[in-house]
């Protein structure tokens, strides 16, 4: 009954490798994100995707490629992995509001990625 | 850009006391929400209490109440009666009504002594 599932939730990998993390929700939501926790704990938001439409892309590296193939997934795969890549990935999902606003985000929890 | 400050990175309480949690956020906007999330040792992300600017009346969850000072740009959240599973990191965040992007503080870690 999982609401918005990760996987895998743990992640160890070595530099260089190229891996992917999944995301699924199924709360009805049409928009998804991916942030990232670093060691200090800050939260910052790197995409977002409303209806499969990419309509968040912040500043981060091109090595990471989100990927949504309908509205209760995004993926997120990254390339060429570096040490400054070791941080917990969260999905989240919300449901628009028409007129503006939104519900809540649901997140999910979290997939710890380390890079040896 | 809007900034989300939480000034207290630790905080503690004894149990079934009340402890108040600071936020200050800066913002253009006449028309935005904000958030309180816990974040325990297990990781999740556990949405608190919520907050729509246009109303004036602050929000209430239980134990968990805010002080919303929208001229100020303040939003505090009081925990009453703390107990031992109220211990975890706590986020501010703000989002626009567009809803696309939640904003963190840095958050505050939150100690309930026995």
């Known amino acids: 009954d999982t609401a918005v599932s990760q996987t895998p939730k743990y992640l160890v990998t070595q530099m260089g490798n190229d891996k992917s993390i999944k995301c699924e929700q199924n709360?009805?939501?049409?928009?998804m994100y991916w942030y990232k926790q670093d060691s200090k704990k800050f939260l910052k938001i790197m995409f977002s995707y409303n209806n499969k439409e990419l309509i968040i892309n912040e500043t981060v590296p091109n090595r990471f490629s989100p990927k949504s193939p309908d509205k209760a997934h995004l993926n997120l795969h990254i390339n060429s992995l570096e040490l400054g890549d070791s941080a917990v990935y969260f999905c989240?999902?919300?449901?628009?509001?028409?007129?503006?606003?939104?519900?809540?985000?649901?997140f999910g929890d979290g997939t710890r990625l380390s890079i040896l | 850009a809007q900034t989300v400050t939480q000034s207290q990175p630790e905080m503690s309480v004894q149990e079934a006391e009340t402890v108040t949690l600071s936020c200050t956020y800066d913002?253009?906007?006449?028309?935005?929400?904000l958030f309180w999330y816990k974040q325990p040792p297990s990781r999740q992300m556990i949405l608190v209490i919520r907050?729509?600017?246009?109303?004036?009346q602050n929000a209430t969850e239980n134990r968990f109440s805010v002080n919303f000072q929208k001229a100020a740009k303040s939003f505090s959240l009081k925990i009453s009666d703390s107990q031992l599973g109220d211990a975890a990191m706590y986020f501010c965040a703000y989002t626009e009504t567009s809803g696309s992007r939640l904003t963190f503080g840095e958050g505050t870690q939150l100690t309930v002594n026995p």
């Open positions: 913002t253009s906007e006449s028309d935005y929400y």
């Open positions: 709360l009805g939501h049409d928009t």
């Open positions: 907050q729509e600017a246009y109303k004036q």
């Open positions: 989240a999902s919300s449901q628009q509001v028409l007129g503006g606003g939104s519900q809540p985000q649901h």
